[in-house]
Structures are given as structure tokens and as C-alpha cells.
């Protein structure tokens, strides 16, 4: 079966909803959430993740290619947007529906703020 559009975004507010649910059990906070979309000024598909004292955004993606500079670029944008510390990206692991089983990807500089290192800055 073609995937639609519909079908496309049908997916990914699936894969969305499946990580926000996944990380508010795991983390215990009720305040985790999938996003509506806000056009140019969005700010993220999932908000509500604290670290450190500061937020951190998640840009869900449920794709067949894989685009992980575009991505990652997209993240940084709208933790911006945000006033985030970080944004990382949670890609759909095709062939498993486990939330806890999907790719996290995220720059060097966003893992060792995670870490215990200085806020990074974004060289995009």
C-alpha cells in the first residue's frame, strides 16, 4: 500500500504520542506532552522534559530516509524556539513499535550537557 499524506502525518502523531506517553511513565511527569504543530515558530513535538533545570525538546520522526543534518538542524531551531537547553531528534525504529526500542540522535555537544557539561552552542 502507498502511504498517503494523511497516512504519513496519521503515523507520525502515533509515533509522537507513543514517545510522550513512553518518557512521562519512564520520568514520572505528568507535564510531558505531544505538541500541536505551530508553523514557523514551532517548538517541538514534545515539550514538557526538564534537565538540569532546563527545558529540552524532542523533534519525533517517523520517515523511510533518514536525514539525520536536517534533523538535528530542525531540533536546535526549535529548542530556540523554545528556549530550550537542547533538541534532540527520537526517529520511528522501523519493524519495532516499542517507544523504548526507537533511535535517539544528538549532537556530541547535547550529549555531554546531558552529561554534566557547559550548555553547548550551536555552530549551524
Same mark, same amino acid.
Given at each position: 500500500? =502507498?502511504? =498517503?499524506?494523511?497516512? +504519513?502525518? +496519521? +503515523?507520525? =502523531?502515533?509515533?509522537?504520542?507513543?514517545?510522550? *506517553?513512553?518518557?512521562?511513565?519512564?520520568?514520572?511527569?505528568?507535564?510531558?506532552?505531544?505538541?500541536?504543530?505551530?508553523?514557523?515558530?514551532?517548538?517541538?513535538?514534545? &515539550?514538557?522534559?526538564?534537565?538540569?533545570?532546563?527545558?529540552?525538546?524532542?523533534?519525533?520522526?517517523? *520517515? *523511510?530516509? =533518514?536525514?539525520?543534518?536536517?534533523?538535528?538542524?530542525?531540533?536546535?531551531?526549535?529548542? &530556540?524556539?523554545?528556549?530550550?537547553?537542547? &533538541?534532540?531528534?527520537?526517529?520511528?525504529?522501523?519493524?519495532?513499535?516499542?517507544?523504548?526500542?526507537?533511535?535517539?540522535?544528538?549532537?556530541?555537544?547535547?550529549? +555531554?550537557?546531558?552529561?554534566?557539561?557547559?550548555?553547548?552552542?550551536?555552530?549551524?
Amino acid at each position: 500500500m =502507498t502511504r =498517503t499524506n494523511k497516512s +504519513a502525518r +496519521a +503515523a507520525g =502523531t502515533r509515533h509522537e504520542t507513543a514517545i510522550a *506517553t513512553y518518557l512521562a511513565d519512564a520520568l514520572d511527569d505528568d507535564r510531558i506532552e505531544r505538541r500541536a504543530r505551530s508553523g514557523a515558530r514551532d517548538r517541538g513535538d514534545i &515539550g514538557g522534559i526538564r534537565h538540569r533545570g532546563r527545558r529540552v525538546v524532542i523533534e519525533a520522526k517517523n *520517515t *523511510t530516509r =533518514t536525514e539525520l543534518g536536517k534533523w538535528i538542524k530542525e531540533a536546535h531551531r526549535e529548542a &530556540g524556539n523554545d528556549d530550550a537547553a537542547i &533538541g534532540i531528534v527520537v526517529a520511528k525504529r522501523h519493524g519495532n513499535g516499542n517507544p523504548a526500542d526507537q533511535w535517539v540522535h544528538m549532537t556530541l555537544a547535547d550529549l +555531554a550537557w546531558l552529561l554534566g557539561a557547559d550548555h553547548p552552542t550551536y555552530d549551524e
